[in-house]
């Protein structure tokens, strides 16, 4: 197994550090960066061959697929085990799943920029959709990609929740973006793209419509944010131009991870309250358990510097493999 342990920073770097602008905190510790087993528990394979993939020869009836016929490469159907449902007000909400190709042994990160594209076509059209439906103040698109991400389900696939709440960790980043703009007059995310910037060694890759960073505060090993550096609020809102480069870097930092075999969630949402945030793609990759430490205090002990990480995307480290 390939490590880069002689790039390991000395024990003594910790460092504890403050979110953007939310009132929490991480300790980077690169002193445990990257010990031998810290990818040891991801050395799964993405791509497990399965007898009975719902997802293949599916007959749920498409919300929404492109192209339309049987040789659809992008489709929407109803989750087939929803916890949420529109018809039971005690649990009342949607969830879809978006099947990202036919294919079943494709993972995300190979399709070609215009096919995730395509499946951001999904995103924009049940984001908007679902946002009609009266009650529903929230809708999450999220993709769980490996098994260590809870993907119980191989197939590519990401998925989308409507809930008739605001959950209040979104509510409280909410309330600290308002705060942050009544205080500064600007918003919270235009000032991480210019500061990011100025700083220039958490910019993981950049063009002029997006910018992928691992954040400052990074809460996570190997965590990278995608911000679009138009104030771009709701997804809907996104041109051709921005899609494309959105797909671009997301199929780029998946790849990555991919190579790696490392599991990894993304998410993007939109809270019907709060319609004038910043839009942003959070990428968590699962390399590390927390401990008791984490769970105790809520202050996470993150093993890889984001500096690191932002040098490991651009491919400037060798990347661990279980082989
Ligand atoms: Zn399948
Ligand atoms: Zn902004």
Known sequence: MARPAKTNPPANAAELRKHYF?????????????????????AEPHKVPSDHCPFDHNTEPEIWQHPRGANWQVKVVRNAFPALSTDNPKAFGSQEVIINTPDHNLE?????????????????????????????????????????????????????FALPIVPPKIARESDALNHYWDQKNTCAYCDIIEWETSQKVRIIAEDK???????????????????????????????????H????????????LDTSMISFNYFLQESLD??????????????????????????????????YTTLWYQGKIPTTSPH
């Open 108 to 160: 995300f990160s190979e399709l070609s920029v215009e096919h995730i594209t395509e499946i951001f076509t999904a995103y924009r059209l049940r984001i908007t959709e679902l946002s009609k439906l009266e009650g529903i103040r929230y809708v999450l698109v999220f993709k769980n990609d490996g098994p260590i991400a809870g993907a119980s389900i191989a197939h590519a696939h990401c998925q989308i």
């Open 22 to 42: 939310l009132d929490s905190y991480v300790i980077i510790a690169p002193g445990r960066n990257l010990r031998p087993d810290l990818f040891s528990h991801a």
């Open 245 to 256: 480069s959105l797909a671009t870097m997301l199929k780029k930092i998946t790849a990555r």
């Open 274 to 307: 709060n319609q004038d945030h910043h839009f942003v793609l959070k990428v968590e990759p699962r390399t590390t358990k927390y401990a008791g430490a984490e769970i105790g205090t809520g202050v996470e002990i993150n093993p890889v510097t984001p500096e």
């Open 209 to 243: 419509s997006f910018i992928a960073v691992a954040p400052y505060a990074s809460s996570h090993a190997l965590e990278a944010w995608l911000i679009p550096r138009r104030h771009v609020t709701k997804f809907a809102q996104f041109n051709a131009t921005e899609l």
